[in-house]
């Protein structure tokens, strides 16, 4: 695998000053200029990487779907059987391991956009189906197994990805620790009795 050039290397040091900015700031007062002064460099420097906002801004998008991805893919062990392995990717879904990975201000700020640019719009999609797919692969393997006996796998791995969508817009607004825990819970066993496992665990 070859190494990346420095001009990649210097775009993702942007991007991440930028991101710190907006998670302090908010997206909308994020501004060349603060990111510069972020760097501790001329915002020129900034501006020979990425011409415009708007630029950076698709560039964080980017860096956003990529978190996003890798926090929400389980970390799959080919020795473990389909269940245990359908079980640890519902506990990671519903795990919200991430928050120090990534902020929820951010994420939500980039993810309003999609409403006004198709071309983000479709970013997003495209990262959705792709999460649809690695999930309903999970629920495949346990029917294959028999542990589970789901009749439409894409339609119910669909429908978890909107219970964890709608859980986590939500929870994000609730600041009382054990009130968020216990609804996780509750989401979580949700999801499980569509599968069916609600009384394996």
């Known amino acids: 695998m ?3 050039s420095l001009s990649e290397v210097r775009k993702k040091q942007i991007v991440e000053a930028f991101y710190e ?27 020979h990487y990425f011409k415009t906002k708007e630029d950076l801004i698709f560039s964080l998008i980017e ?10 893919q389980p970390e799959f062990d080919d020795s473990l059987p389909p269940l245990d392995a359908l079980n640890q990717t519902i506990d990671n879904l519903f ?20 409403f006004r640019n198709p071309e983000i719009r479709e970013k997003y999609r ?3 189906d792709s999460l649809h797919e690695m999930l309903a692969s999970a629920i495949k393997r346990c029917n ?17 990805f909107t219970i964890i969508d709608g859980a986590y817009y939500y929870l994000s607004m609730l600041e009382d620790k054990q009130e968020y825990l216990k609804r996780m819970e509750y989401y979580k066993n949700t999801s499980l009795k569509l ?7």
């Not at 795990?95 to 956009?113: M, R």
Request: with cysteine.
């Open 126 to 128: 495209a990262l959705h």
């Open 63 to 72: 860096y956003n779907l990529e978190k996003y991805s890798l926090m929400y």
């Open 21 to 47: 900015v907006a998670k302090r700031e908010g997206l909308e007062n994020a501004s060349i200029a603060k990111i510069a002064d972020e760097m501790g460099i001329q915002p020129s420097h900034v501006i």
């Open 2 to 4: 070859g190494r990346k």
């Open 144 to 160: 294959q197994t028999g542990d589970t006996n789901v009749d439409d796998v894409k339609a119910t791995s669909q429908l978890i």
């Open 95 to 114: 795990s919200k391991q991430w928050n120090a990975l990534y902020d929820d201000g951010v994420f939500y700020s980039c993810y309003a956009l999609t």
């Open 195 to 201: 599968l069916n496992l609600d009384k394996q665990v």
